[in-house]
């Protein structure tokens, strides 16, 4: 299975024009955009996207529990917390939360390579052992 639609929730526009070129250069044409976790809803319920890339600190709602609020609507999609505050108590929060991967945005692009070869291996066990070995 790969990933078809993504979600970037996220304010910073040259971080969002960089995801959305690495994922058209994946192969994945259809990248959506939020600036918030409210505005995100909407195109959650409606779009469906396969994978959301949502910012540590959204402008409107605690990350984490924006990751709830998703789980719920749809369980299958995978959410992974983008941050510049990359440390591995923000990991563990994440994982905890229900993320199924925590991005560092300035090393972004190794990151998601890592995620988009992982398919459809199991993304949690593969990119916790990825994290413990970055550190």
């Known amino acids: 299975m790969g990933f078809k639609n993504v979600l970037i929730i996220d304010t910073d526009d040259i971080f969002i024009s960089q995801v959305s070129g690495f994922f058209w250069d994946a192969g994945i044409k259809n990248v959506l955009t ?33 990751i709830q609020i998703i789980s719920k609507i749809d369980n299958s999609i995978r959410i ?3 941050t510049d ?3 591995q108590d923000y990991c563990n929060a994440a994982f ?9 945005k300035s090393n972004f692009k190794d990151d998601l390579t890592t995620i988009l070869n992982a398919i459809p291996k199991n993304i949690q066990y593969l990119f ?3 994290l413990l070995s970055k550190n």
Do not use: W
């Not at 809803?41 to 605690?62: G, S």
């Open 34 to 66: 939020s600036s918030s976790v409210y505005e995100a809803l909407e195109k959650i319920r409606k779009q469906k996207p396969d994978m959301i890339l949502i910012d540590l600190t959204p402008n409107d709602i605690n990350s984490f529990d924006a």
């Open 80 to 82: 992974l917390i983008t």
């Open 85 to 87: 505050c990359y440390n």
């Open 96 to 104: 905890e939360a229900g993320a199924d991967a925590f991005v560092d």
């Open 128 to 130: 916790e052992k990825y």
